[in-house]
């Protein structure tokens, strides 16, 4: 009994050390040297995880900038932005071109006045669970849900339902363009925009593809796809399609003649200074009119009085 124990334990041992040194060969054999540079190009990162740049997270996308040195143009972290990436490129001795910097936009304008409600949803609030049952509790099937799946999805907090309204709102101040509500969204109203000039941004708040009196009975705020806008555009950065206006906004020069000639207001022109007007000038007082001088009194001498006296006598005679 003694002996099998022991022969058992030294097969055991062997068998062990054996399977080990095979383990090993295999493993330094089909060994993958990693580049020590994507170690360094991580450490500058955020951190955030956000899969914002296309990739599983934040070392995915190094490894990503890694493999595609020296040219940068296909790699972009949006919440480390232009500075990140600088760093990214320093890292790899390499230079990336400044892109402008993006926010996530809301194309919707249904909010509880223009869109009234049809019916009342009770179900578990998720936007991607209420979009697979109908199409929502207005008449526009492709207006916001409500829910606030992209609020959920944000991890920077930019996002928030307002409740007059019921529609999400973007703060651009934490807004990293990460595009996480975007992906969030069933309906595809939030887009990711350039910031614009000064941060000035116009777009059209609205994605209903519905003709424009259907569009119009189901929200009061609906693009009607009329077309006068880009009729108007002098830049040609508005296309209709599918009877819904787009905004390129590569194109658009901020003229804002669209915003005034859209019969329905579906046309948003943000951060844009407001212009007083000006105050009405005061009317000039009238300048007064000096009275006109008295005629000075006729001084008569003696000699032409005597003259008088002479013609009155001779009247008389």
Not at 119 to 139: F, I, M, P, W
Not at 160 to 166: I, K, V
Not at 175 to 201: D, Q, S, Y
Request: glycine share 8%; proline share 7%.
């Amino acid at each position: 009994m003694t002996t099998t124990i022991i022969w058992t334990i030294a097969i055991l041992t062997v068998l062990g050390a054996a399977l080990a040194v095979v383990l090993y060969i295999v493993a330094e054999k089909f060994k993958v040297e990693e580049d020590p540079r994507i170690d360094e190009v991580e450490k500058v990162l955020p951190g955030a995880n956000c899969g914002g740049c296309g990739q599983a997270g934040c070392r995915a996308f190094a490894q990503f900038c890694v493999e595609s040195s020296p040219n940068l143009d296909k790699c972009f972290c949006p919440v480390g932005g232009n500075d990140g990436m600088q760093k990214v490129a320093a890292v790899l001795g390499v230079e990336v071109a400044v892109k402008e910097p993006q926010v996530a936009v809301v194309r919707c304008n249904g909010s509880c006045e223009n869109r009234p409600r049809t019916n009342e949803y009770g179900g578990y609030q998720s936007c991607r669970v209420k979009a697979t049952l109908y199409s929502g509790d207005t008449g526009c099937p492709f207006g916001c849900l409500g829910c606030g799946d992209c609020v959920a999805a944000c991890q920077f907090g930019a996002i928030s339902m307002d409740p007059a309204t019921g529609l999400p709102v973007v703060d651009e101040e934490k807004c990293t363009a990460c595009g996480a509500c975007v992906k969030a969204c069933p309906k595809n109203i939030i887009e990711l925009r350039n910031k614009g000039k000064r941060n000035m941004r116009v777009f059209v708040s609205c994605v209903n593809k519905d003709k424009g009196a259907v569009a119009r009975k189901a929200c009061k705020a609906a693009c009607i796809g009329c077309g006068k806008c880009a009729k108007v555009c002098p830049f040609e950065a508005i296309t209709v399609e599918n009877n819904v206006a787009y905004i390129d906004y590569t194109k658009c020069k901020l003229c804002k003649k669209c915003v005034a000639e859209c019969p329905t207001g579906a046309i948003h022109a943000v951060n844009f200074p407001v212009i007083k007007p000006k105050p009405e000038a005061a009317p000039a007082p009238k300048p007064e009119v000096a009275p006109a001088p008295k005629p000075a009194p006729s001084v008569i001498s003696t000699e032409d009085e005597a003259v008088v006296e002479k013609s009155n006598v001779k009247k008389e005679e």
